[in-house]
């Protein structure tokens, strides 16, 4: 059974940083792409990052340069580093894994204060 555990939201200021992780679990970690998104109050869910089972990353247009994906193969956890925070960053933040099925954490309150 896949699962996947998100941590690390909060409330900061603008321009702040935060690092949000996902603890994956029931699946060969290593193999598989991984994926954050986010969905803000009325807005529909977003990809925010992905980073292939080789490495490559690939970002959204708006946290292009401010947001970078990781992971750890051997902790079987993705990362989220958020640097120079936005109020429009303000969302909910899911991790994902696509198998046969969409996989999803429940995810992580991030909120940013102008």
């Known amino acids: 059974q896949v699962q996947l555990v998100e941590s690390g939201g909060g409330l900061v200021q603008a321009g702040a940083s935060l690092r949000l992780s996902c603890a994956a679990s029931?699946?060969?970690?290593?193999?598989?792409?991984l994926a954050w998104y986010r969905q803000a109050p009325g807005k529909q869910r977003e990809a925010v990052a992905t980073?292939?089972?080789?490495?490559?990353?690939n970002y959204a247009d708006s946290v292009k340069g401010r947001f970078t994906i990781s992971r750890d193969n051997v902790k079987n956890t993705v990362y989220l580093q958020m640097n120079s925070l936005k109020p429009e960053d303000t969302a909910v933040y899911y991790c994902n894994v696509k198998l046969r099925l969409d996989y999803w954490g429940q995810g992580t309150q991030v909120t940013v204060s102008s």
């Open positions: 980073i292939t089972q080789g490495g490559d990353t």
């Open positions: 029931g699946l060969v970690f290593s193999m598989h792409t």
